[in-house]
């Protein structure tokens, strides 16, 4: 009776895993699809070249048309070094994002508005000397930074994004 009790507690155990299994959807298939890291990797990457409005090319090349450190657009989401000469402004085109490493530096702007300084999640406004190693945010193309015309130090930015130095 004991070996009958058992035997059936182990054939209602095993049925009642296979249904269990049943309901699991199949690996691979519709329910269940198979996703690799490159695939999402590359969906991705076009789904933000969609969103940033260049439908879907991209092109990684540097488009920099330098001319003696005046005017700079790259494409290639990298940080450019620059050296801002002592009393000189560099206007940020929208979306630029600068880091100024070392020197003195001021916010400027024609419209009166501030820039976004990330590192710190705050505004600051025209005028404000701007800490090093900060990442600054220039949400238009009113707004820039001027070096300081007392400086002795040389002023060394990076810079992510489009600008002109006047």
Do not use: C
């Not at 979306?95 to 600051?124: F, L, M, N, Q, W």
């Not at 090093?132 to 707004?143: K, M, V």
Request: overall charge neutral; glycine content about 10%.
């Amino acid at each position: 009776m004991k070996k009958y009790i058992i035997s059936l507690a182990l054939i209602g155990s095993l049925s009642f895993v296979t249904a269990a299994q049943a309901d699991a959807p199949v690996p691979g298939s519709i329910d269940d699809p198979v996703v690799t890291k490159s695939y999402m990797d590359q969906r991705i990457k076009e789904e933000v070249a969609k969103a940033l409005g260049n439908g879907g090319n991209t092109n990684t090349g540097n488009n920099s048309s330098n001319n003696n450190g005046n005017t700079s657009t790259l494409s290639d989401n990298s940080f450019e070094t620059v050296q801002l000469e002592k009393g000189k402004t560099l206007m940020a085109e929208a979306g630029t994002e600068i880091i100024v490493r070392r020197g003195k530096t001021y916010v400027v702007s024609t419209d009166g508005d501030s820039v976004v300084d990330a590192t710190t999640g705050k505004d600051v406004n025209k005028g404000a000397l701007i800490e090093n190693n900060h990442l600054l945010i220039f949400p238009r193309e009113t707004r820039g930074i001027q070096a300081d015309a007392k400086d002795t130090k040389d002023i060394w930015l990076m810079v992510r994004g489009g600008y002109t130095i006047k």
